[in-house]
C-alpha cells in the first residue's frame, strides 16, 4: 500500500489588463506559477501531520512573500492523482484562493532554485488548476477532480 501526499497548492492570479482591448493575451488574468528544472508548477506546500489547510497555504503565502485573502480558505478544486510508479505516494491537491498580485510584485524570485512565471490561461497545464481558475472568476462549486477529469455529479432527482 501506498501512502498519500497532501499538497496545498496556491491560485494567485494577476489582474486582466483591459485598458488594450486587442492585446487579447492580456484579457485573462494570468496565474503565477513557479518554475523548477524548467517545469511550472502551482505554488503551493506538502500538508504537515496536524496542521491545518489555512495555515498550509499561510506557509506557502510566506515563501512567495505575499499576503493571503483573510479567512476563512476558499477552497477552488480538489484533484486525486493515483500514484503512477511502485513506491510513489497517492496525490491530493487542494487548490485554493491565494488572492490577486501585480505583475511587477516579485522583484526577485523567493530562492536561488525557483523563478516565478505568470502564465496565461492557456498555457495552464494542469486541468485542476484551469478548474481553480474558472471557480473563482465565476463564483461557482469548486471542482473535484480525480486524474484531473471531474466527477460526475449526482442527479438530485434521483
Known sequence: MTGR??????LVR?????RNPLDSARLWPRVLQVVRDGVP???GVVLRP??????????????????LPPPPLRLLAVD???ATAAGQAEEL????????VAADAFAAPPCARH?????PVEGLGRVA??????????????AVLVEGMPLARESRDG
Open 50 to 67: 496536524g496542521e491545518s489547510i489555512q495555515r498550509a497555504a499561510e506557509r506557502a503565502g510566506a515563501a512567495l512573500g505575499i499576503e
Open 80 to 82: 486525486q492523482q493515483p
Open 5 to 10: 501526499q497532501v499538497w496545498v497548492f496556491l
Open 41 to 43: 508548477y502551482p505554488p
Open 115 to 119: 523563478g516565478l512565471t505568470w502564465t
Open 14 to 18: 494577476c489582474p486582466a489588463e483591459t
Open 129 to 142: 488548476l484551469v478548474h481553480a481558475l474558472r471557480t473563482r472568476l465565476l463564483a461557482v462549486e469548486p
Open 93 to 100: 491537491a487542494l487548490f485554493v484562493d491565494g488572492g490577486s
